[in-house]
């Protein structure tokens, strides 16, 4: 459906920005346009056709305040023409695998929370939910902002609960995911301690519940 989606739709009112970033942080090894957000999103998305001429101006204001992506957007629709459609769809097309992610990360915390059907269920809601159908065809950083801040809560989690096997590597996964989730966007982890004092507090919470079940285990085997 993603794939059908991000085919037959038109862009969204922002998209001619991220796909004429995407090419520009490619084509000129940096990041000014679209600066509001890290590139991350934008470069996964325009990989496959970063490395076309698309006889886009390199040219605009050095300010801090300037938004050059608009004027490219236009261009690359005004040189482009119809084939402009067959690019968005690629880059589009690239972007699903943010989709999968997320389903996959929602499956395997709430598998380990509830069980497999409650993984299965989470995971089907995710995937045929209206507004993730909307949005994980596009090449906007909103889905991917939703995968990778739920991937690090979840190595989060991880480290959390801690199981003894490897702390140090759960440590590291969490620090990881974090940072590949700060190249997604500012907004949704520019201050992660709101999400992780949630966790925490989840997390201790449930392990105070199973304590009193652990130490009369414990007792019972002396």
């Not at 957007?73 to 402009?84: D, H, K, L, P």
């Not at 996959?104 to 409650?118: K, N, P």
């Not at 949704?188 to 009193?212: E, K, Y």
């Amino acid at each position: 459906m993603l794939a059908y989606g991000g085919w037959v739709h038109g862009p969204g009112w922002d998209e001619g920005g991220h796909l004429s970033a995407g090419i520009s942080h490619w084509q000129l090894g940096n990041t000014d346009a679209y600066r509001v957000n890290p590139p991350l999103v934008r470069m996964v998305a325009t990989a496959p056709i970063a490395w076309q001429d698309f006889g886009l101006e390199w040219s605009w204001s050095p300010s801090t305040m300037s938004r050059p992506e608009w004027d490219l957007g236009t261009q690359f629709w005004r040189n482009q023409g119809r084939s402009a459609y067959s690019y968005l769809t690629i880059a589009r097309w690239a972007s699903i695998p943010w989709s999968l992610l997320a389903a996959v990360v929602i499956f395997c915390w709430s598998r380990r929370l509830y069980g497999e059907w409650a993984g299965l269920f989470s995971a089907t809601l995710w995937c045929f939910s209206p507004l993730v159908l909307a949005n994980a065809q596009m090449i906007t950083p909103d889905t991917a902002a939703s995968a990778l801040g739920a991937a690090a809560c979840l190595t989060f989690w991880n480290w959390l609960r801690g199981d003894g096997s490897r702390p140090w590597g759960s440590a590291v996964d969490a620090g990881f995911v974090l940072g590949v989730a700060e190249l997604r966007a500012f907004g949704a982890t520019h201050n992660p301690l709101p999400q992780f004092t949630l966790v925490a507090r989840l997390s201790m919470n449930r392990i105070a519940r199973g304590a009193p079940h652990a130490t009369q285990a414990s007792l019972r085997s002396r």
